[in-house]
């Protein structure tokens, strides 16, 4: 039987969204803020993913594609859910492309929002996919001494911003929250996508794909997009004057746009 994914509703629309959250967050901390401007259209089910919220307790295990297909479908079957939009932000977007990809007949939009699974930094595939690059980096996620002080080397040699040693020193300041970044990081490994042939056929099945990249976003540019944004049409491209922290909101205002 197909683990139940924690959800917290918001809003109380006819219409229904899946939403996925980023890494770090949970369901109602990500989406809690587009309930005023979205939730008269829609019903939103925010969903706590694998370590997060209400599912930290979640069995470290590699999620697969199989796997999210059968959860997402029970749900669905639970809640007499015949048709539906979906939503993901940051590492969520790799559960809302593995939905899109499993659903495309019963989807009628998509909205992206940075997200992750879109293309792979090398760094990341050597940190999650290589066992030794993946035991140094358990061992550094446990050694925030050693951890610490070569983010900042980084930023020193310009390899990595000033807005992005803050976030990463935000999201991974208390044991907890590493131990969330690393298991998330490495079971989450295999949802990856065959961009071109995912479009095709969101295309054949006439969903639409919305894709919103921040203009000021230091962990996810946009050029980490563009794969994607060269595959779908100019006016579904939507580049935002923001930062990563503050995306889903302005991307909620400007999808509000869309159905007025």
């Keep these: 039987m197909a683990p139940q994914i924690p959800y917290t509703k918001l809003g109380s629309g006819p219409n229904i969204l899946l939403a996925f959250h980023g890494i770090g967050q949970d369901?109602?901390?990500?989406?809690?803020?587009?309930?005023?401007?979205?939730?008269?259209?829609?019903?939103?089910?925010?969903?706590?993913?694998?370590?997060?919220?209400?599912?930290?307790?979640?069995?470290?295990?590699?999620?697969?594609?199989?796997?999210?297909?059968?959860?997402?479908?029970?749900?669905?079957?639970?809640?007499?859910?015949?048709?539906?939009?979906?939503?993901?932000?940051?590492?969520?977007?790799?559960?809302?492309?593995?939905?899109?990809?499993?659903?495309?007949?019963?989807?009628?939009?998509?909205?992206?929002?940075?997200?992750?699974?879109?293309?792979?930094?090398?760094?990341?595939?050597?940190?999650?996919?290589?066992?030794?690059?993946?035991?140094?980096?358990?061992?550094?996620?446990?050694?925030?001494?050693?951890?610490?002080?070569g983010v900042r080397v980084a930023q020193t040699l310009k390899l990595a911003s000033k807005s992005l040693v803050r976030f990463t020193q935000k999201v991974l300041n208390t044991p907890e929250k590493r131990q969330t970044i690393y298991r998330s990081w490495v079971a989450f490994r295999d949802l990856r996508f065959d961009i071109p042939s995912l479009v095709k056929s969101a295309n054949a099945h006439q969903v639409k794909i919305y894709l919103f990249a921040g203009v000021y976003d230091s962990l996810l540019k946009p050029k980490a997009v563009s794969k994607l944004a060269a595959l779908l049409p100019e006016n579904q491209y939507i580049e935002l004057k923001s930062g990563h922290t503050r995306l889903v909101e302005h991307a909620a205002a400007w999808i509000c746009t869309l159905f007025k």
Excluded at 55 to 69: G, L, R
Excluded at 81 to 96: L, M
Aim: aromatic share 16%.
């Design 27 to 149: 369901g109602i901390a990500c989406f809690s803020p587009i309930e005023k401007s979205l939730g008269e259209r829609y019903t939103i089910y925010a969903f706590d993913l694998p370590f997060h919220g209400q599912n930290s307790d979640a069995p470290f295990e590699v999620m697969s594609k199989t796997a999210w297909k059968e959860s997402i479908q029970s749900f669905l079957n639970q809640n007499h859910i015949p048709r539906f939009d979906i939503t993901g932000f940051s590492i969520g977007g790799r559960f809302a492309l593995a939905t899109l990809e499993a659903f495309p007949e019963i989807i009628d939009h998509a909205f992206l929002i940075a997200p992750d699974g879109v293309s792979e930094h090398p760094m990341y595939a050597l940190a999650t996919r290589v066992p030794p690059a993946r035991w140094i980096y358990g061992w550094l996620m446990r050694h925030p001494d050693v951890f610490f002080p």
